[in-house]
């Protein structure tokens, strides 16, 4: 699990990453003293937890959250603030929760905690935005994913789905989850395969997909450790 903590004051913030790493001690937790250098480092390595500090110089808190809202990857967000009167105007970044300063070591345990079980659930869920709408569905519902442009087409059973996310972004999530690319345009649940061959596989639902050359040997390699599990 990763973890971010951003505040302006040093001192605070390694006290408060002490007390984060005490209470989940199999994170790793990094820190960041300004917005601007919290944005550069989450475009490239997200975070599961983000704690961010509302009321920092240049790029306050609700500017960083702002931006995080435009990307794919979102942390659960957790403003920390010593100013309840903000707490209302971040309502509008839909965060997780929220820590007070003041409060902190009375606090924090309980929201890690709370982040803790969000996390494990949505381990087991895939959750997306449908015309403006929050769809989740179980990750043993879903078939496979296809990439369209800057749209996926998502696949269970029953029903199609399209929205606006990328290939490498669902990968990224869900490769713990037992999702592999077969190719560069296709990323399929490895528990729905039911017949792997050279150039394609077939799934239960007896829908064919072809396998990049370039993804040959990983794929036969991901679904033989699997069969073997």
């Known amino acids: 699990m990763r973890i971010y903590l951003c505040d302006d004051e040093i001192k ?4 408060f990453k002490e007390k984060v790493s005490r209470f989940i001690s199999d994170s790793e937790v990094c820190t960041f003293s300004s917005g601007k250098e919290l ?5 490239n390595e997200p975070c599961d937890i983000l704690l961010l500090d509302i009321d920092m110089p240049q790029m306050d808190g609700m500017e ?5 809202s435009k ?3 979102k942390p659960l ?6 100013h309840d009167e ?8 839909h965060p997780f929760g929220f820590i007070r300063k003041q409060f902190f070591d009375s606090e924090i345990e309980k929201v890690l905690s709370d982040c803790k079980k969000e996390l494990a659930n949505e381990q087991k869920h895939f959750n997306f935005r449908l015309a403006g709408n929050e769809v989740c569905l179980l990750l043993s519902d879903i078939l496979f994913f296809e990439s369209e442009g800057n749209y996926l087409k998502l696949y269970t059973e029953k029903e199609e789905y399209r929205f606006r996310s990328t290939i490498s972004a669902v990968e990224n999530s869900l490769a713990k989850e037992g999702f592999f690319r077969i190719h560069k345009g296709f ?3 490895q528990a729905a395969i039911k017949l792997l061959g050279a150039e394609e596989i077939e799934l239960t639902s007896g829908i064919r997909l072809p396998v990049g050359k370039t993804y040959s ?3 036969k390699q991901q679904f033989m450790r699997y069969l073997r599990s």
């Not at 944005?39 to 475009?43: A, F």
């Not at 960083?64 to 995080?68: D, E, M, P």
């Not at 903000?86 to 970044?93: A, C, D, G, K």
């Open 71 to 73: 990307t794919e990857a």
């Open 39 to 43: 944005l550069e480092k989450i475009k």
């Open 12 to 15: 605070i913030l390694n006290d």
């Open 64 to 68: 960083v959250a702002k931006s995080l």
């Open 77 to 82: 967000l957790v403003f920390v603030t010593g």
């Open 187 to 189: 990323l399929v649940n």
């Open 217 to 219: 040997d990983s794929v």
């Open 86 to 93: 903000l707490v209302y105007e971040s309502f509008q970044f």
